[in-house]
């Protein structure tokens, strides 16, 4: 252990590795699952992204492959019509308001950086619709960048672990980049994702199952399966 895990008192090599085997079995989430089928440039992963807020990985995952199928660098998408690019996201959430922010990066990746996007923080989070863990998302898969994304399930996880205390993803980011090792924190949503919609979930977690239960403080648990 660590010493960092040691002032902390919380085995996180430990726990990594059993989640690790917990959620080989599972799905990946989206975001993985699309560079693994070869969308993994940074303007797809951006992309991708924005379709999957407020959406489901069952609906975001196809719905990306749809929209790529046609449209997949920022010269395709900038060339698309934004009636016809909320025609081809139509299944996410908010595709009406997803479609010219989409188009907007396509067309200012073209005006403003040659036909790509950085791997820069700022200005990705400058982009109309990339918020923190879209950027982070994005940064650790195309350029693995060490980067933090917080989403709901890890939000709700750390903090039911005892790892760290807050309130909001934004807190909690800031936490782990504070005590996560820095090897782990693109692989911490990779896990993390999985694990809280099959096992972890928000109501009735699996705990009797759960491969980490005498590690996990179970922090606002309070009717476990």
Not at 195 to 205: A, D, I, M, Y
Request: glycine fraction near 6%; charged fraction near 20%.
């Amino acid at each position: 252990m660590s010493d960092t895990e040691s002032r902390n008192n919380f085995p996180i090599d430990e726990v990594i590795a059993r989640l690790r085997e917990a959620v080989r079995p599972l799905p990946r989430a989206a975001m993985f699952e699309l560079a693994a089928r070869g969308y993994d440039s940074l303007f797809e992963q951006i992309v991708a992204c924005i379709l999957s807020i407020r959406t489901k990985d069952e609906v975001s995952l196809p719905v990306a492959e749809r929209l790529f199928a046609v449209a997949r660098t920022p010269q395709q998408v900038a060339a698309l019509s934004v009636a016809a690019l909320a025609d081809l996201i139509a299944a996410s959430t908010f595709a009406e308001a997803k479609a010219p922010q989409i188009r907007e990066i396509a067309a200012l990746s073209l005006a403003e950086y040659g036909g790509g996007l950085p791997c820069d923080y700022e200005a990705l989070t400058r982009l109309r619709g990339v918020g923190p863990k879209c950027a982070n998302l994005a940064l650790g898969i195309a350029c693995a960048v060490p980067s933090i994304s917080v989403d709901v399930h890890v939000h709700r996880i750390v903090n039911r672990w005892g790892y760290v205390q807050t309130n909001r993803p934004e807190q909690t980011m800031t936490a782990l980049e504070g005590k996560l090792p820095q090897p782990y924190w693109i692989e911490l949503n990779a896990l993390l994702v999985p694990f809280g919609k099959h096992l972890c979930t928000g109501t009735r977690p699996r705990c009797s199952t759960c491969p980490i239960r005498q590690i996990c403080a179970q922090v606002g648990v309070t009717n476990p399966r």
